[in-house]
């Protein structure tokens, strides 16, 4: 399936983009990472501690076991810091 | 509630005069400032970024829940992203209500929140380098006496 993927603050600095599309077979947030992370180096390090990581699945807060069939958008960012 | 996102700055004056005329009724307004702190030279400015879509509807989230503890007339909330110097204004959160306590209670819920919940980053350029502002814990405590 195809999926756009949305990268901000330092996981889009590591990764080298705002944003992209894949195909993935992923069934779950964890699988798509761990997709990610043998793709390139890059991903490796943006994704080599997720507990500074945060997801959002359709720009809704989840958690990395949450399942993405039927997804649009998943987006991986540092804890927030508004205000 | 009225949310705005946006790269200008905004006039507390005009802000609050507008919420006076949309809740007449209210007997209490409150408001808070979030300024950038003037760290002497050792902070050059913030650079904001946004998740423009997730932004809007996790602030609208926190209005409801807001709203459904609180009886309030009217809420505000403009956070400003980009580039921004020492002294600048980040967000305005304003709250109306019939009475104090619950205008006060429900600009700190929104504001607690806003910090944790809704997907702001803040970098700071130093005189040397940039450093992305890490989430404090004090932050994330702070939800758990809602």
């Not at chain 2, 408001?31 to 400015?45: C, H, K, T």
């Not at chain 2, 600048?88 to 959160?93: D, G, K």
Request: proline share 4%; aromatic share 8%.
């Amino acid at each position: 399936m195809t999926l756009t993927l949305r990268y901000f603050a330092w996981v889009r600095e590591r990764v080298g983009e705002p944003s992209e599309t894949v195909e993935t077979g992923a069934a779950t947030v964890a699988e798509l990472v761990e997709e990610l992370r043998g793709r390139e180096e890059r991903y490796a390090l943006a994704f080599a501690d997720l507990r500074a990581v945060r997801v959002a699945v359709d720009q809704e807060l989840a958690d990395f076991e949450a399942p993405i069939a039927g997804v649009r958008e998943v987006a991986f960012f540092p804890p927030m810091t508004g205000g | 509630m009225v949310v705005r996102v946006q790269n200008g700055d905004f006039d507390i004056g005009a802000e609050l005069a507008g919420l006076r005329r949309e809740a007449p009724q209210s007997g209490a307004l409150v408001s808070f400032i979030g300024l950038v702190r003037d760290m002497g030279g050792a902070v050059r400015g913030l650079e904001l970024e946004h998740y423009p879509g997730m932004t809007e509807r996790a602030l609208a989230v926190i209005e409801a829940e807001a709203r459904d503890r609180w009886p309030l007339d009217a809420c505000l909330v403009i956070h400003r992203i980009g580039r921004l110097g020492p002294g600048e204004q980040i967000v305005l959160v304003a709250t109306a209500s019939a009475h104090r306590e619950a205008a006060f209670a429900a600009a700190e819920f929104v504001m607690d929140f806003l910090k944790s919940r809704a997907p702001f980053w803040k970098k700071e350029t130093g005189p040397e380098r940039a450093r992305w502002v890490a989430a404090r814990e004090s932050d994330e405590s702070a939800l758990k006496r809602w």
